[in-house]
């Protein structure tokens, strides 16, 4: 018998890609693609706030965090909407 007969004898039912489970996969990956985005941009421009402010030390309020912050929040939505939006 071959190797290949014995495999598809142990697995008969195998279950065949459903079009749908497929399509909320790609839903999934998306979305998370999407999620993981906006953290990484909001991430760097929080960063190079408080980067900005360890340069401005004559400051006492954090300016540049505060406006990186925003910033990057605003970017964030922007580009996940982008995203969302488009087919």
Do not use: C
Request: charged share 25%; glycine share 4%; net charge positive.
């Amino acid at each position: 018998m071959n190797p290949r007969d014995m495999s598809q004898e142990k697995h008969p039912k195998r279950r065949k890609n459903n079009p749908d489970e497929k399509q909320s996969l790609t839903r999934y990956a998306r979305y998370s693609a999407i999620a993981f985005q906006m953290v990484v941009v909001v991430m760097l421009f929080v960063f190079g706030g408080v980067k900005l402010d360890s340069l401005w030390k004559a400051m006492d309020f954090p300016v540049a965090t505060l406006a990186g912050t925003i910033l990057g929040i605003v970017l964030a939505l922007y580009y996940s909407l982008k995203d969302l939006t488009k087919n």
